[in-house]
Structure formats: structure tokens, C-alpha cells
């Protein structure tokens, strides 16, 4: 059966590109009902089916999330007023002082499946590195290599030095450098067609680390 979201990525990629050329406000207005049927409609019906599906498939509720068009110009020296890109969340509700989430994004340049847990809040970065500092460090660690051979890399570690008071040479230094935990893959050419396959297949693949996660939180 057809994908019924084969329009989204090839529209949304289109639409983006002008709007990265004629990114103003009287442009936008000009074209804001091609925005609303072409990329936010389709968006919001993505959200919620992947979020019925998965959540009937793995008994887990998803709050799902259409990140808004205008960027927050405030403290920016870059004034443009929207973004060129089209971000979509779900949030994975499981009990958890932290959430993972899924994540896809499109843009003229890029079309991005990822999960896991943008940035550790406070506490929750104490505990990450605890529970790295013993067994679930070995294990998270051959969860992500077993994601890289499916094309699914973290993001690089966010400081550049094991954070005191481990060791510079503990055995888990990448992950103590780490502030949050994602990991991501590019959307091959030939599947811009199936998105929603393609994100319930993320869903899959991810389940070990995002378990891991929630245990961890």
C-alpha cells in the first residue's frame, strides 16, 4: 500500500527551498495556505498516526509536536523570521523524569531521522554519568554500536574533556562527555516517498537504547 504521506518530504523540500530565498514576512503571508495544506496538515496527520501506530504496537504513549515556522529573532543576528526547515517530535511518555523522544526533519538540504534525549536536565546529567560510571555504561555503549551499523550515529560528545571526578582515561570517557544522547541517520533519496515506514522502522531500532534510557531516568 502506497505510503499516504508520499507528498510530504518532495512539497515540504520544495516550499522550503523558496522560502530560503524569499524569507520575509509578506512572503510567507503570500503563501501561507501553500504552508497549511502542503507541509502543516500533512505534518499534523503524520504526528498523530505515527503516534496511534506506534503506540498501539508497543503499548507506550507518544505526545507528538510540530515545531512552529517563526524563529525567535530576539537575542539573533540573524533576523530572518522563519525557519527553513520543518522539525517534528514525539515525545515517549514512560514515567520518566526525562523524556527520549523520536525526531524527523526536513529541509532543503537535509531530511534526518533521530532519538533519544536531546540535552540532560541538571539532576538527570548527575545520574547519566553514574550510571555510566558502571554497568550501563558498557551496555549503552554496545547499543550505540550496534545502532552505527545501521547508519544510526550519535551526535559528537559535547565537552571536550572528561568531566571531573572520572578519570580522563575511563573506559566510558565518550559518554561522560556527553550531555544528552542522540543518535541520527539521513533518509535515503529512495525513501522520501515512505515516511511513515521509515519512522516506525526508526521506532524499532531504537527500542534497546530508549529502554535503556528510561531505565536509566
Known amino acids: 500500500m502506497p505510503d499516504p504521506f508520499a507528498r510530504l518530504i518532495p512539497d515540504a523540500r520544495a516550499f522550503l527551498s523558496e522560502l530560503a530565498v524569499n524569507n520575509q514576512r509578506e512572503w510567507f503571508a503570500a503563501h501561507k495556505q501553500n504552508y497549511d495544506t502542503t507541509l502543516k496538515a500533512p505534518a499534523l496527520l503524520l504526528l498523530d498516526q505515527v503516534a496511534h501506530d506506534?503506540?498501539?504496537?508497543?503499548?507506550?504513549?507518544?505526545?507528538?509536536?510540530?515545531?512552529?515556522?517563526?524563529?525567535?529573532?530576539?537575542?539573533?543576528?540573524?533576523?530572518?523570521?522563519?525557519?527553513?526547515?520543518?522539525?517534528?517530535?514525539?515525545?515517549?511518555?514512560?514515567?520518566?523524569?526525562?523524556?527520549?523522544?523520536?525526531?524527523?526533519?526536513?529541509?532543503?538540504?537535509?531530511?534526518?531521522l533521530g532519538g533519544g534525549i536531546m540535552g540532560f536536565d541538571k539532576p538527570n546529567l548527575t545520574t547519566w554519568r553514574e550510571a555510566v560510571d558502571g554497568p550501563f555504561g558498557?551496555?549503552?555503549?554496545?547499543?550505540?554500536?550496534?545502532?552505527?551499523?545501521?547508519?544510526?550515529?550519535?551526535?559528537?560528545?559535547?565537552?571536550?574533556?572528561?568531566?571531573?571526578?572520572?578519570?580522563?582515561?575511563?573506559?566510558?570517557?565518550?559518554?561522560?562527555?556527553?550531555?544528552?544522547?542522540?543518535?541520527?541517520?539521513?533518509?535515503?533519496?529512495?525513501?522520501?516517498?515512505?515516511?511513515?515506514?521509515?519512522?516506525?522502522?526508526l521506532f524499532d531500532a531504537l527500542q534497546p537504547m530508549l529502554k535503556g534510557l528510561q531505565q536509566v531516568f
Open 54 to 112: 506506534i503506540g498501539r504496537k508497543a503499548g507506550q504513549i507518544l505526545t507528538p509536536k510540530l515545531f512552529r515556522p517563526h524563529r525567535d529573532v530576539r537575542f539573533s543576528k540573524d533576523k530572518t523570521p522563519y525557519h527553513t526547515h520543518l522539525h517534528l517530535l514525539w515525545a515517549i511518555e514512560a514515567g520518566t523524569t526525562q523524556k527520549p523522544g523520536l525526531y524527523f526533519g526536513i529541509s532543503p538540504d537535509y531530511v534526518r
Open 138 to 201: 558498557d551496555k549503552i555503549q554496545t547499543l550505540l554500536d550496534d545502532l552505527a551499523r545501521q547508519d544510526l550515529i550519535p551526535e559528537e560528545p559535547d565537552l571536550k574533556r572528561v568531566p571531573a571526578p572520572f578519570d580522563r582515561d575511563h573506559r566510558q570517557a565518550s559518554l561522560l562527555r556527553r550531555k544528552g544522547l542522540t543518535v541520527w541517520r539521513d533518509l535515503e533519496p529512495s525513501h522520501f516517498t515512505a515516511p511513515q515506514a521509515a519512522i516506525s522502522d
